[in-house]
């Protein structure tokens, strides 16, 4: 009788112990299924991303989720000119040059033709369709009493080169990783981007102008995009740049004004993913 009821008890307590431990790796499935589930609701969320997403928010617990798929899928949680791959330069107008992805010293993009210097610096070049594009927002803008102008277009590698040089030695080098890009990583050596200011107008004084709420009204309707806008230093790598345009086909443009998002955004998750 005493076997039996020891038999019971023993029973009893595994029955206890089986159900703790059940219970216990439920618990924890589900906190992982929940931790999994705040990311997989975003918008821009990319399976393959998932465990980046997950170490990434571990270390930095204060970031925003949805900041955490923007600066995965962007790289920007990797070293900047450190951790790149060429270009793709089968994406045509829609190519991704950044701090993440550079072009050889000798490209040079197909189609470039000189700017009218009715609305363009001397020597200017850019690509055929982006001209055609910029010549139809500028005398539109022209009807509204707006004008602006381009200031500068393409670059070679070669200017590029002394440009950033320039500037290193004047800011440094810290500073100039804000404002201006490596040899191969800027976006005007492929023909698409362009700096847009008003006469008699500075840099830093352009976004207080008629003509940056003009283009930041307008500049999508021609395929054109604010291409670093202002508080998203932290996935472009640059300071707010009023003054720096992008050419990327009116329905990007348009897609990407109404999603609120950067370039770089936009080809992680519609181009690259």
């Known amino acids: 009788m005493k076997n039996k009821i020891a038999i019971i008890i023993l029973f009893i307590i595994f029955i206890i112990l089986l159900i703790l431990i059940n219970n216990h790796y439920t618990k924890k499935e589900t906190t992982v299924f929940k931790e999994e589930n705040l990311f997989i609701k975003e918008k821009y969320y990319i399976a393959k991303n998932l465990n980046k997403y997950k170490a990434y928010a571990s270390m930095f617990p204060e ?12 790289n920007a949680n990797k070293t900047a000119y450190k951790d790149v791959k060429k270009a793709d330069l089968t994406k045509g107008i829609l190519i991704l040059v950044n701090k993440y992805h550079y072009l ?15 609305y363009a610096y001397k020597d200017k070049q850019i690509l055929e369709e982006v001209n055609e594009a910029f010549k139809e927002m500028y005398q539109d803008a ?6 602006f102008y381009i200031t500068s277009a393409y670059r070679s590698y070669s200017y590029q080169k002394s440009l950033y040089s320039k500037y290193l030695l004047t800011y440094g080098e810290e500073y100039t ?3 201006s890009a490596y040899p191969g990583y800027s976006e005007h050596q492929t023909g698409l981007a362009i700096d847009i200011l008003s006469e008699n107008v500075k840099m830093r004084d352009f976004k207080n ?11 999508y309707k021609y395929g054109f995009i604010l291409r670093y806008p202002e508080n998203k230093t932290y996935l472009t790598g640059y300071a707010f740049e009023p003054w720096h345009y992008r050419y990327v086909g009116k329905q990007v443009a348009l897609q990407i004004k109404d999603e609120n998002i950067t370039f770089d955004e936009y080809y992680a998750y519609y181009l690259d993913n």
């Open 63 to 74: 970031t925003k989720i949805k900041d955490v798929i923007a600066i995965i899928n962007t």
């Open 104 to 118: 050889e010293k000798d490209y040079i993009p197909s189609s470039l033709t000189y700017l009218n210097e009715e």
């Open 142 to 147: 022209l009807k509204d009493n707006i004008k």
């Open 177 to 179: 990783n804000t404002i």
């Open 209 to 219: 102008t008629k003509a940056f709420a003009w283009l930041k009204e307008n500049s």
